[in-house]
């Protein structure tokens, strides 16, 4: 059984850089063909993807975001992390780690064929 589980700060002060991190479970993250997502959702908007990295370790990140966001991995720990600097309120919603199969950087919800609960990021001093 695959499981995802993401972890890390619940609240974050603008300006600075949210870290979080998701455990897979069930899988190596080095599976072909996987792509390993980060998606959230502001509140009272529809999800969107961050970025992602592949099986490979390639990145990929959502245009408006690629030069804040970083994603990295270890395969060690069967574990991707998400950087996101200079954050502001906009950034404001749940976090979502997610798994895909040959896509990347979708918006489609039915892309994704394994979820994490989801953790609550707030940007605010």
């Known amino acids: 059984q695959v499981q995802l589980q993401e972890s890390g700060p619940g609240l974050v002060k603008p300006s600075q850089t949210l870290t979080l991190t998701c455990t897979v479970s069930?899988?190596?993250?080095?599976?072909?063909?996987?792509?390993w997502s980060w998606i959230r959702q502001p509140p009272g908007a529809e999800k969107e993807s961050v970025g992602a990295i592949s099986y490979r370790g390639h990145t990929y990140y959502r245009e408006n975001l690629q030069s804040r966001a970083s994603i990295s991995r270890d395969t060690s720990k069967n574990q991707f992390t998400l950087q996101l600097k200079s954050v502001t309120p906009a950034d404001t919603a749940v976090y979502y780690c997610a798994r895909s199969w040959g896509i990347f950087l979708s918006d489609d919800v039915e892309d994704y064929d394994t979820w994490g609960q989801g953790t609550q990021v707030t940007v605010s001093s």
């Open positions: 069930g899988v190596s993250i080095d599976t072909e063909y996987y792509y």
